[in-house]
């Protein structure tokens, strides 16, 4: 899986960080540019969400019938409630030479770089935890009991930022959404993830020098 033509991009970060919504911000500002993986979950659907937006809601039953078919790349458990990533779609992007960004958590990000060695993991992060409290309260999605557990979470998931590629800080979100998108071009432009092209003109070079063309 190391030679893939497209990337895949990682996106993971405290709940609240702001993940969806430099999601949003990076799909608007590059339209075209990038592919967006979208989970299965067995959570409750939020206000204004959307089946196959969002995510694809599914009964536990269902998405334990995903795991036993080996329908899903990885998948993982977030606060007694079971998410993963399709396989069929971003194996279909990434053969296409797609961008794949997947918005998942940490225990499945370290399985997505087990199975794609040359993907690119991104962690989100606001400045300070108050303001991770602030975001998660002002978002007015989960109760108090919710939002605790989040944090909690958080705190754990922390432990782990040491595994990514780059932190991403969102204090201005704009500013975060150029620096997600610059990385990924950098990265892109990687002596290691162009071999094709390199032994490409290395061909043709060596043609030249033989006097071929
Ligand atoms: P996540 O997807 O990581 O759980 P969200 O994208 O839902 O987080 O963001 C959580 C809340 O924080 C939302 O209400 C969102 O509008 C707000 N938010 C996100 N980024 C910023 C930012 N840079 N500055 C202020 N508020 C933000
Ligand atoms: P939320 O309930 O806030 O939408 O998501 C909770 C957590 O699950 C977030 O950290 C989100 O990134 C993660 N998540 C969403 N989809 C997936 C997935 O397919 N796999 C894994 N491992 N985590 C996911």
Do not use: C, W
Not at 20 to 25: F, Q
Not at 36 to 53: C, D, F, I, P
Not at 156 to 166: P, T
Request: net charge negative; proline share 2%.
């Amino acid at each position: 899986m190391s030679n893939t033509k497209g990337t895949v991009i990682v996106l993971s970060g405290f709940s609240g960080a702001g993940k969806g919504t430099i999601m949003k911000h990076l799909l608007n500002t590059y339209p075209g540019q990038y592919a967006l993986s979208v989970s299965a979950t067995t959570r409750e659907r939020r206000e204004g969400e959307e089946e196959g937006r969002e995510y694809f809601f599914r009964t536990v039953e269902e998405f334990e019938n995903m795991i036993r078919e080996h329908e899903l790349l990885e998948y993982a458990s977030f606060n007694h409630n079971y998410y993963g990533t399709p396989k069929a779609y971003v194996e279909k992007l990434v053969n296409e030479g797609k961008d794949v960004i997947l918005e998942i958590e940490v225990q499945g990000a370290l399985q997505i770089k087990k199975i794609f060695p040359q993907s690119l993991l991104l962690f989100v992060t606001p400045p300070k935890a108050n303001i991770l409290k602030r975001r998660l309260e002002g978002r007015g999605t989960e109760d108090s009991e919710v939002v605790n557990q989040r944090l909690a979470i958080a705190s754990r998931e922390s432990l782990l930022m040491e595994q990514y590629d780059y932190i991403i800080v969102n204090d201005v979100l704009e500013d975060a959404v150029k620096s997600v998108h610059n990385i990924i071009q950098s990265e892109k432009k990687r002596a290691l993830r162009n071999s094709e092209f390199i032994h490409r003109i290395q061909d043709e070079l060596q043609a030249f020098s033989k006097g071929e063309n």
